[in-house]
């Protein structure tokens, strides 16, 4: 991955009645926007994040896939809102 990546967090919250975190967010890679969501249901494993539109992100490989969803795990764990990679 050369191009620039910039990882925004858009919302971020903790659902009380379900004891969870949802988070959502856009990544901006190679000229276009990819819209992603994720969950954390606090028991260990950590956050499963997923894009909103499967085929938004059929121009992405998997490996350059892989290495998006790690950077947008590294900024929620940091609490960053906005990153640029």
Known sequence: ??????????????????????????????????????????YGFGWEIEPITDDDWDDISEDEFNKIITLIEKCLYEHKIEYVF
Do not use: C, P
């Not at 919250?13 to 990819?34: C, N, P, T």
């Open 1 to 42: 991955m050369t191009d620039k990546l910039s990882v925004t967090i858009d919302s971020q919250y903790h659902r009380g009645q379900f004891d969870d975190y949802l988070a959502g967010g856009k990544i901006e890679y190679k000229g276009k926007a990819y819209y992603w969501y994720a969950q954390d249901n606090n």
